[in-house]
Every structure is written in structure tokens, then in C-alpha cells.
């Protein structure tokens, strides 16, 4: 997730301002007129502050090369501010523009060029109507604010701005009447923790060169003031996730352990859930330095206490999903039996080593330390490295390039040997031309080439699965055993036509995974969480890799926890009772309960003569809850782009009881970080920053780095929803 505010002026002008009210293209040229340049009034400050900080961005970018022009001119001044020096004979409009000689000018947003006639009403205008930047923004150029402009409303707007701050809480948000000084240096913060930069960053003299040069007058601030800065704002924002984890019902807790640049261990805490718009919130809760050689042993005193901090209980927790180093099956029973817990393990961490029993096979880990060897030689062999290079030129695969793999991370492992099979005859060509060189490194012998391209799909298979649990739909464990069974399915039939070692490497791999995620035949499957999941995914409930024994008696598992859980009859469960299809909307609930009682009396005879017959019948005296599972059963598959939070979301009125049962296991994921992550290639942006952070300020930044893009999400949602309300 790492990365910070990158976003173009022009995608910014796109994104936020507002249309024009004639709805035209925009002309190649305006021309001006003479009129005389109006006071624009001010306008409000907006609520939300990402698009605030982007406006003050693009307006300091702005103003700071307007005035270096007027210094380079001979027009600079000296003292305090020179960096914001305006010459007072011309309106504030020319800090937006570049004079093209005596008839042009250039807009400095968006590069177009205007007629200029010796008015700057034109000028004016194309601010305001392609750009939204009136008085509020022009106002931050300290130019003098007496000759246009309103001051009662300018006054309104600030006061408004004020008020904002108060109730948003959660970011900065610069009115028109604060310093400038102030706003970049609320800039400089949220650039530490939304790119993960150290406090010290201000210290070097590279940031300190670009800074000084934009802002002269601007006094760097030290890293203890920013380091108070930054904890006002982390307790800001705690308060407001302490609120929103309040309104879930159950939470998945992820914790993820790391090391840092200097081999510091350090754990992870994210919060998971489902909200009431059935969109999947992630949010980090916070990271702690652990001892690596106990980490694992004491999670669940450490997830305990980050539950305190934020006001949860234990039994607000539904499910630990950890990447912990030690045994799965001990950490989740001491989960289990200290906490009552259910846990799973990290699904990336998991495959890893079911692939990593595969790969240890002694003729594979032969190849692979050959093949790790060529990679090394015509990397650091120049003279190799040019002749592979002419070699592919001729058949135009200059792109091909050969890759050694990373030991953790088993998906460079085949695309190492991806990209030796596609470079085989280039490989073979340079070695047979250079004889002296050939001898410094050691081939692959055929039958070795040969086991390579048949351990290719093998793994191939099981990239393709990660590549499916990447996606957004599939992000929770509802996928992960349709997945797994996929994986030992395709990599069996793919090993019957393959040589005895390929054999042994399929046959590793499927009792890893077998035994790691309990594929077992017997009822003991169906404790996993992930199964359960899978159920109240409508993609995957007709559960095809389950017997039909199973199936059946997971079926009955599904209903006793729905007489756990809503107790029937009890309030709760009243609740959730769904109206019959011939109930009378008109007739209000009293008319409905009316008909139902005549219905019942007029055929009361015939149902106890067929009951003669047929017997009873079983819907008469299923609870309501247990009515709306089996509706659920026979309701048709979805297909596999459907993302189940948005099928759920669309039918809760019709199962509200399952899908409240959903909502808990369907918010489990089926890794302890973000699925891109967990399967990535490489490392990280996120991982590679965080890792050099310095310990005193390591958990504020990554709170608020993390937390910053899922309320900024949030809130984007919440806008769209309003607008498609309206």
C-alpha cells in the first residue's frame, strides 16, 4: 500500500472540479475583452481534506514559479515574503499565468493559451470556470486583499473552515485564513506517513535544498516537532477507528510477523470485518517489536491487549488469521483453548511450504542450484552477458532477461526457470563459442533441462491459483478450499503421464497440502472455518469436493449454529422472520395475521386428511431460520465473478439469517496481509519502507499510512452511494 499522493494537476482538475455550467468544450483560444476585472466571491472550504491538501499543493507549485519568473525579471525582493512577492500594479491573476510575448498567455494548470488584450477578465474567468480557484485560494498569495474581494464573506468561509476542522477531526484541513506556513507543514507530515519516509527525512539536505528553494522564507521543522505532530494526529484518527470498530458485529484479527532492516522482529495487528453496506474494512489497529524467538507463543496476550486498547473484548474476535513461524496446529490450539479463538493460518505462508516440500527433492534441488548458477554467471560475467545479449537481438527477444530466484518467495522459482527454458538456445550458444568461459560455470545436463520443463506446469498450476485468490472477489477464505482441492485435483493428473521425479514432487506437495489444510475424508474437514465459509459463499455452496455424507452433514452443523445463534423463538430471532409470498401489504400487519388465521381454519380438514396420507408436513414445524437455509440450499449457483459481498448485500432481506452467519466468516481472509502482497513476485514498496523506519515512531507512521487510504476509501464510497441516491 505504500505510495504517496501522486495524482497529475490535471487528474486532480478532472476529478474534483466542478463542471461548467454551459457543459461546452473548453475553446482553443479565449479571447479577452475589456471589461473591468469583478471581485470574485469566496468559496467555502470543501469538508473533505485530501482535496484541500492536493489545491494547496498545486497552488504552491504554482505560486512558486510564478514568483521565481518575477525574481528572474529583476522585479525579486529581499526579505520576508520574497517567495510569495506579487507586484502590487498587477492583479493576483498573473501567479496563475506566463506571458507569451504582447497578445498570449499561458494558463500555468493547464498549459492552455489564452488572447490577452490588456484585461485579465478572461484570465479571471478561465481560473474560475475550468479550475474552481477563486478568492479562497488566491487569497493565500498575502496579496492585498482590500482591492477585491468580500470580507464578510471571506470572514464566513474561515469561520467554516474552522468548524470543519473541529468535527472532521480526522485530517488537517487548511482554511483560508491560516498560514502558509502552517499548511505545507502539515504537507511535510502527511508526506512522512503517507510515502513512509523517517522523521529525519527533514534533516537531509537534498529535501532541504528542493524546500528552500520553493520557500525561502520556510524554517524546517525539527523531527521532535514533527514527531508531536504526528502523535496528535494518530490519537485523532484512533479515536475515530475505536468508533467504527464498535459497529462490527465480528472481527477477524490478522497478525502479521515481519523483520526490520536490523533483524527486529515486529508484529502487525489488522482488524477485519464486514460493514453494514457489506463492504470488507481492513484497518490496521497497530504494529509492536516482538522477540522473534517468542513471538508466536505469546500472540494472544499481544492481540488481547491491542483489543483492550481499543475497547474490545475478547469475544468481539471470531477468527486469528496469523503467518506466524512455529506449528499451525499449536498456535491455533492455544488460541483455542486460552481465548476461544478459532484460527487459521496465512494461505500464502501455507502453500509456500507445501511448494517448498515439493521442491526438496534431491534431483530438483540439483537442477535448481545449476540453473541458479548459469543465472549468476551471465549476470556478473559481462562479456557472457554481451554475446547472450547479440544472441537474442537476432531473434528479437531482447526483453528476456535471465532472473535468479528468491529463496521465501517460491513464484520466482519458476519464473527462474521460465526464463531459462525460453534463453536454452542462446545459453547453449554463447557456452559452445566460449569454451573458457563455459568451463568457469556448469551446464544443465538434458535430462536436467528436462525435469525443469516438466516441473514448469506443474508449478505453473499453482501460480495460476494464486493469480485466483489475488482477486477482489476471492479475497476471503471462502475461496481457498475450492482452490486447494482445484490444486491437488490438477497437479494429480498432471503427474500421471510424468517421469518418477515429478511423481515424488506432486506427491509431496498434495500430502502438504492435504495434511495443512485437512482434506481429509472424514468429519474433522468440516471444523475448518474456511469450509463453512465456502457454504455461505454463493459461488461455492453446492460444495463439489465434499461427499454427499458430507455435504448432508455439514448442512446440519450450518443449522444447529443458526438455533445457537438466534435461539428460536427469542427476540433476535423474531426479527429476521420473512413475510409469506400471498401476505397483504395494504392490509397492514393486523390484516395479514387475519387472513393467515382464516386461511388456516378453511383448509384445517383437507391438511389433516392428507396428513393421513403424506404425513405431516415438515415446513409447517421448521423455524423460520432453518426455512430460510434450506431456501438457500436450492437457490441457484452464481457465477464465479460474482463477488459474494455484493450478492449478500442484494439478497440479506431474503436470508437475513445466514447472511448475518456470512457476514462473520465471510469477513475471515485467506491471508494475513493484503493478497497482492502475499503473493507477490518481490518485495514490496510497503515492505522495503517500513523495514528502515526507526522504532520510537514506527507504529504512528504505519497506522496512519495504512488507516489514511481505508478511510479515505470509505468516504469516496459513501459519496458515490449519496449521488446515486440523488
Not at 21 to 43: C, F, I, S
Not at 299 to 311: I, R
Amino acid at each position: 500500500m505504500a505510495g504517496g499522493n501522486s495524482t497529475s494537476v490535471s487528474q486532480f482538475l478532472q476529478k474534483w472540479v466542478k463542471p461548467e455550467g454551459d457543459g461546452g468544450e473548453a475553446r482553443p483560444k479565449e479571447e479577452a475583452t475589456d471589461e473591468p476585472a469583478l471581485p470574485l466571491a469566496p468559496q467555502a472550504v470543501q469538508e473533505e481534506t485530501p482535496m484541500v491538501f492536493n489545491a494547496y499543493a498545486m497552488t504552491a507549485a504554482n505560486l512558486g514559479a510564478s514568483s521565481r519568473r518575477k525574481r528572474e525579471k529583476g522585479g525579486g525582493q529581499d526579505g520576508p515574503g520574497a517567495a510569495l512577492y506579487v507586484d502590487r500594479r498587477k492583479s493576483k491573476v498573473w501567479n496563475y499565468y506566463t506571458k507569451l510575448g504582447d497578445a498570449y498567455v499561458e494558463c500555468n494548470v493547464c498549459k492552455k493559451q489564452l488572447s490577452f488584450h490588456n484585461s485579465t477578465t478572461t484570465m479571471r474567468e478561465h481560473l474560475v470556470r475550468k479550475h474552481s480557484i477563486r478568492d479562497t485560494l488566491l487569497s493565500q498569495l498575502k496579496d492585498d486583499q482590500t482591492a477585491e474581494g468580500d470580507y464578510a464573506a471571506q470572514e464566513n468561509a474561515a469561520k467554516r473552515s474552522r468548524q470543519t476542522t473541529s468535527e472532521s477531526g480526522l485530517y488537517h484541513v487548511a482554511s483560508c485564513s491560516e498560514p502558509r506556513s502552517d499548511v505545507i507543514l502539515e504537507l511535510v507530515l502527511e508526506m512522512i506517513f503517507r510515502d513512509l519516509h523517517p522523521l529525519s527525512v527533514v534533516k537531509d539536505k537534498g529535501f532541504g535544498l528542493l524546500l528552500g528553494y520553493l520557500e525561502p522564507n520556510f524554517t524546517l521543522p525539527a523531527p521532535v516537532q514533527l514527531s508531536s505532530m504526528l502523535w496528535h494526529r494518530y490519537n485523532v484518527v484512533k479515536q475515530h477507528l475505536e468508533r467504527y470498530l464498535q459497529t462490527a458485529e465480528a472481527i477477524a484479527v490478522c497478525a502479521e510477523f515481519w523483520l526490520s532492516r536490523l533483524g527486529q522482529t515486529y508484529l502487525t495487528v489488522t482488524a477485519n470485518f464486514i460493514d453494514g453496506e457489506w463492504r470488507r474494512a481492513r484497518c490496521v489497529m497497530g504494529t509492536q517489536q516482538t522477540q522473534g524467538d517468542k513471538a508466536e507463543g505469546d500472540l494472544g496476550e499481544k492481540l488481547s491487549a491491542v483489543l483492550t486498547e481499543f475497547g474490545l473484548s475478547g469475544k468481539s474476535v471470531f477468527c486469528v488469521v496469523h503467518d506466524g513461524p512455529q506449528s499451525a496446529a499449536g498456535s491455533a490450539r492455544r488460541l483455542k483453548d486460552a481465548y476461544g479463538w478459532g484460527s487459521l493460518c496465512c494461505a500464502a505462508r501455507t502453500l509456500h511450504l507445501c511448494i517448498q516440500a515439493g521442491l526438496e527433492v534431491e534431483q530438483v534441488q540439483e537442477a535448481l542450484s545449476i540453473a541458479r548458477g548459469l543465472v549468476r554467471y551471465f549476470q556478473q560475467d559481462a562479456k557472457a552477458a554481451r554475446s547472450l545479449t547479440d544472441k537474442l537481438e537476432t531473434i528479437n527477444k531482447t526483453k528476456l532477461k535471465p532472473v535468479t530466484d528468491v529463496g521465501s518467495r517460491w513464484i520466482t522459482t519458476i519464473e527462474m526457470c521460465e526464463t531459462l527454458l525460453d534463453l536454452k538456445w542462446a545459453i547453449m550458444s554463447v557456452l559452445e563459442e566460449n569454451p573458457k568461459g563455459a568451463a568457469a560455470v556448469r551446464n544443465l545436463a538434458d535430462h536436467q533441462w528436462k525435469l525443469l520443463q516438466d516441473l514448469v506446469p506443474v508449478m505453473r498450476t499453482v501460480k495460476i491459483a494464486t493469480a485466483f485468490l489475488r482477486e477482489e472477489q476471492n479475497a476471503s477464505v471462502s475461496s481457498l478450499m475450492p482452490c486447494v482441492h482445484g490444486i491437488v485435483a490438477a497437479i494429480g493428473q498432471q503427474a500421471e503421464e510424468a517421469g518418477v521425479v515429478i511423481k515424488t514432487v506432486v506427491g509431496n506437495i498434495r500430502t502438504e497440502l492435504t495434511r495443512r489444510w485437512g482434506l481429509s475424508e472424514d468429519e474433522k474437514a468440516l471444523e475448518n472455518p474456511a469450509v463453512i465459509a465456502s457454504f455461505l459463499d454463493p459461488r461455492f455452496k453446492e460444495m463439489r469436493f465434499l461427499s454427499p455424507g458430507l455435504r448432508s452433514e455439514l448442512h446440519r452443523r450450518v443449522k444447529n449454529m443458526l438455533s445457537q445463534v438466534f435461539n428460536h423463538p427469542s427476540p433476535s430471532a423474531a426479527q429476521f422472520r420473512v413475510p409469506n409470498s400471498d401476505y397483504k401489504a395494504e392490509g397492514g400487519e393486523a390484516g395479514g395475521q387475519l387472513a393467515a388465521h382464516k386461511d388456516r381454519c378453511s383448509s384445517a380438514a383437507s391438511q389433516s386428511v392428507y396428513d393421513i396420507l403424506l404425513g405431516k408436513d415438515p415446513t409447517e414445524s421448521m423455524p423460520e431460520i432453518h426455512q430460510q437455509l434450506e431456501n438457500y440450499i436450492v437457490e441457484p449457483l452464481c457465477k464465479r465473478s460474482t463477488n459474494p459481498l455484493d450478492w449478500w448485500k442484494n439478497n440479506e432481506h431474503r436470508f437475513p439469517a445466514v447472511a448475518r452467519l456470512s457476514r462473520q466468516y465471510l469477513a475471515v481472509p485467506a491471508t494475513a496481509v493484503l493478497p497482492e502482497q502475499a503473493f507477490a513476485a518481490g518485495e514490496s514498496a510497503l515492505e522495503h519502507r517500513r523495514a528502515v523506519l526507526a522504532p520510537e515512531n514506527l507504529d504512528q507512521i504505519l497506522f496512519l499510512h495504512q488507516n489514511f487510504d481505508f478511510f479515505e476509501s470509505m468516504r469516496n464510497g459513501n459519496e458515490t452511494r449519496n449521488r446515486n441516491l440523488h
